[in-house]
């Protein structure tokens, strides 16, 4: 459980890194020459580290709580699984996903005039 929770922790917050170390022409970003360009991309890396943050929360929520039901469960004298706790925080992650996405997609869509 340690190994799963601490590599997900780590591709979240560390992989913004490994993004902003790269050079412009590795990043797939639209309006690339504009998000890049070196008076904008300080912030630009931050917004994408920011964002990433979120969802390696979201990933650690979804981790902690599946543990937590598994352990509840198996510390019950019925040992059953409360599925429907489980797909309600599914749910409330896919919501979140969908939200991020949205953000990155309008964030980096059009360029401000």
Do not use: K
Not at 17 to 38: C, E, G, V
Not at 90 to 101: A, E, N, P, R, S
């Amino acid at each position: 459980m340690l190994l799963v929770t601490s590599t997900s922790a780590i591709v979240g917050f560390l992989a913004p890194r490994q993004i902003a170390a790269r050079s412009n022409a590795r990043i797939n970003l639209p309006h690339r020459d504009y998000w890049l360009a070196p008076e904008r991309r300080e912030q630009t890396m931050r917004f994408i580290s920011a964002t990433m943050a979120w969802f390696a929360c979201g990933i650690l929520f979804v981790l902690i709580s599946g543990t937590f039901l598994a352990l509840q469960a198996n510390l019950a004298p019925e040992h059953r699984f409360n599925s429907e706790a489980m797909l309600v925080v599914l749910g409330g992650f896919l919501i979140g996903m969908l939200g991020l996405l949205v953000r990155l997609v309008r964030h980096f869509r059009n360029i401000p005039s």
